[in-house]
């Protein structure tokens, strides 16, 4: 089953909860309402039994009494519904009306002065009656005394039925502010959702209406917005590195294309032919480093690709590629020096993936460095991090350049960089790998003095 609008739960849930309140309000304004006329029909009666007593004690006739009491009446104007009767003696007196209702004067079990309340009907009058038994002048008497109950019941009738009609139209008008608060609340959720459907990857650039509500609301499409931002540059990101991609796969595949054509369009010799091929073969092998840096990346953006890390001595991985690297150096007539760390750097680590990192920047060192010059590798351990050091005395990077080389597909100098056979691709390895890593790299440059490349990857603890 489909859940409900929001808006009509929370209406429900208000409904719900005014409907015990009021109801639970009714309750104890009706109860309270009847026992405070109720003790003050109580209060009246206890009243007339002292005036009775004293009454008593007044008079020593019993005749008296009588005529007293006939008389009270006639002074109100209404007559008592009384009954008093010597406990032990003859006397009794009942008033007309306490005979007309037939009350039945109850003699309490035990003597002793004490009076009690109870209420039953007689010919159709409810009353309330005190029972209860006196003392005066050295006389026991028993007293009942009632007063009738038929108008405070008719007010708390209508007590009744006031609250009856009254809280159920109360409740109605209620919930209907209550549904109309929560449609009101809730609407601009609807318009958030409305405008978060129109966006597509095709106007990911569109955001959320900004409501200026100050409250919960409005953070929710501030934040939708700043997601949103966040998704379009990732697209954007993506989207140019295919474009990029593409292009740098054209231009080899165009040229061993054309230097295919040329070679066939007439007979060549042989030394022709093989020139050819050599020349297909190199920007073949060009295009698969290129194919195999862009899938690294592809991997990397993925991010399922978890390295597997062991620990790892960085002394030992630059061991292993001091041989190409120095190979590398040799081949362009640059000094090549490289001083290790006297501790292990020990690090969690991949070594194939170490050893593609420094060789990426030795790559770029060599490659930036004019003949005769010197690159010098050198290992720390500083901070709880293995620092590496690579210095070269080349060509430098401009302060305009820095920001950008560790973007994909940036060169520095187009020219230059295509002619020594780079894509822009390197240092945007070289970080993911560091990053990894959980390390960092920077650079510290100065244009036609050289570079200085700095790595950090964290150092682990000696396990025992
Ligand atoms: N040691 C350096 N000295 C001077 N410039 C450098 C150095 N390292 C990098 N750069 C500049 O930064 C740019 C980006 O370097 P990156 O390694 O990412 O690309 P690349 O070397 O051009 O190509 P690739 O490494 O993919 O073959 C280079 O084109 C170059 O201009
Ligand atoms: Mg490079």
């Given at each position: 089953?489909?859940?409900l609008?929001?808006?009509?739960?929370?209406?429900?849930?208000?409904?719900?909860?005014?409907?015990?309140?009021?109801?639970?309000?009714?309750?104890?304004?009706?109860?309270?309402?009847r026992?405070?006329?109720?003790?003050?029909?109580?209060?009246?009666?206890?009243?007339r039994?002292a005036?009775?007593?004293?009454?008593?004690?007044?008079?020593?006739?019993?005749?008296?009494?009588?005529?007293?009491?006939?008389?009270?009446?006639?002074?109100?104007?209404?007559d008592?519904?009384?009954q008093?009767?010597?406990?032990?003696?003859?006397w009794?007196?009942?008033?007309v009306?306490?005979?007309r209702?037939?009350?039945?004067?109850?003699?309490?079990?035990?003597?002793?002065?004490?009076?009690?309340?109870?209420?039953?009907?007689?010919k159709?009058?409810?009353?309330?009656?005190?029972n209860?038994?006196?003392?005066?002048?050295d006389?026991?008497?028993?007293?009942?005394i009632?007063?009738?109950?038929?108008?405070?019941?008719?007010a708390?009738?209508?007590f009744?039925?006031?609250?009856?009609?009254?809280?159920?139209?109360?409740?109605?008008v209620?919930?209907?502010?209550?549904?109309?608060?929560?449609r009101?609340?809730v609407?601009?959720?609807?318009?958030?959702?409305?405008?978060a459907?129109?966006?597509?990857?095709?106007?990911?650039?569109?955001?959320?209406?900004i409501l200026?509500?100050?409250?919960?609301?409005?953070s929710?499409s501030e934040?939708?917005n700043e997601?949103?931002?966040?998704?379009?540059?990732?697209?954007?990101?993506?989207?140019?590195?295919?474009?990029d991609a593409s292009?740098?796969?054209?231009?080899?595949?165009a040229?061993m294309?054309?230097r295919?054509?040329v070679?066939?369009?007439?007979?060549?010799?042989?030394?022709e032919?093989?020139?050819?091929i050599?020349?297909?073969?190199?920007?073949?092998?060009r295009?698969?480093?290129?194919?195999?840096?862009?899938?690294?990346?592809?991997?990397?953006?993925?991010?399922?690709?978890?390295?597997?890390?062991t620990p790892?001595?960085?002394?030992?991985?630059?061991?292993?590629i001091?041989?190409?690297?120095?190979?590398?150096?040799?081949?362009?007539s640059?000094?090549?020096q490289?001083?290790?760390?006297e501790?292990?750097?020990?690090?969690?680590?991949?070594?194939?993936?170490?050893?593609?990192?420094?060789?990426?920047?030795i790559?770029n060192?060599v490659?930036?460095?004019?003949?005769e010059?010197?690159?010098?590798?050198?290992?720390?351990?500083?901070?709880g991090?293995?620092?590496?050091?690579?210095r070269?005395?080349?060509?430098?990077?401009?302060?305009?350049?820095?920001?950008?080389?560790?973007?994909r597909?940036?060169r520095?100098?187009?020219?230059r960089?295509?002619?020594?056979?780079?894509?822009g691709?390197?240092?945007?390895?070289a970080?993911?790998?560091a990053?990894?890593?959980?390390?960092?790299?920077?650079?510290?440059?100065?244009?036609?003095?050289?570079?200085?490349i700095?790595v950090?990857?964290?150092?682990v603890?000696?396990?025992?």
């Amino acid at each position: 089953m489909q859940p409900l609008p929001l808006r009509v739960r929370l209406a429900a849930w208000y409904f719900v909860v005014l409907c015990l309140a009021f109801g639970a309000f009714s309750l104890f304004a009706f109860f309270e309402v009847r026992g405070s006329i109720q003790s003050a029909v109580d209060e009246g009666l206890r009243d007339r039994a002292a005036d009775i007593r004293e009454l008593l004690e007044r008079q020593s006739s019993p005749e008296q009494v009588k005529h007293e009491l006939a008389e009270g009446s006639s002074v109100r104007g209404e007559d008592d519904i009384l009954q008093i009767e010597e406990t032990h003696g003859e006397w009794v007196y009942s008033s007309v009306s306490a005979l007309r209702y037939g009350l039945q004067l109850a003699r309490p079990g035990k003597p002793g002065e004490k009076v009690e309340f109870s209420t039953m009907y007689s010919k159709g009058m409810p009353l309330r009656i005190l029972n209860g038994q006196l003392q005066a002048a050295d006389k026991m008497y028993d007293v009942q005394i009632a007063a009738p109950m038929d108008d405070f019941y008719e007010a708390v009738n209508r007590f009744r039925l006031v609250l009856l009609f009254s809280v159920p139209a109360l409740l109605l008008v209620a919930s209907a502010g209550g549904y109309w608060l929560s449609r009101k609340a809730v609407a601009p959720v609807g318009e958030i959702a409305r405008a978060a459907q129109s966006i597509s990857e095709h106007e990911l650039s569109k955001r959320l209406p900004i409501l200026q509500t100050g409250d919960e609301l409005q953070s929710l499409s501030e934040t939708s917005n700043e997601m949103f931002s966040r998704l379009e540059s990732a697209f954007k990101r993506v989207t140019q590195f295919t474009a990029d991609a593409s292009h740098e796969l054209r231009t080899p595949i165009a040229l061993m294309r054309t230097r295919t054509e040329v070679a066939l369009r007439k007979p060549r010799s042989e030394g022709e032919y093989k020139e050819t091929i050599v020349r297909i073969h190199q920007e073949s092998e060009r295009t698969s480093a290129l194919i195999e840096n862009l899938m690294t990346l592809a991997r990397a953006d993925s991010g399922n690709e978890a390295l597997q890390v062991t620990p790892t001595d960085l002394n030992e991985v630059f061991l292993e590629i001091s041989e190409p690297a120095k190979l590398l150096a040799e081949g362009k007539s640059i000094h090549y020096q490289q001083r290790l760390a006297e501790t292990p750097l020990r690090v969690s680590g991949n070594a194939p993936s170490l050893r593609r990192l420094f060789l990426i920047l030795i790559d770029n060192a060599v490659k930036y460095t004019p003949p005769e010059g010197r690159i010098s590798v050198a290992l720390d351990a500083s901070d709880g991090a293995a620092v590496t050091e690579i210095r070269d005395t080349g060509v430098g990077i401009s302060p305009t350049d820095l920001p950008h080389i560790f973007e994909r597909f940036y060169r520095a100098d187009e020219s230059r960089s295509r002619e020594s056979g780079g894509t822009g691709l390197g240092l945007s390895i070289a970080k993911w790998i560091a990053e990894a890593h959980h390390g960092s790299i920077s650079v510290v440059s100065k244009v036609g003095e050289g570079s200085v490349i700095r790595v950090q990857i964290p150092l682990v603890e000696d396990g025992p």
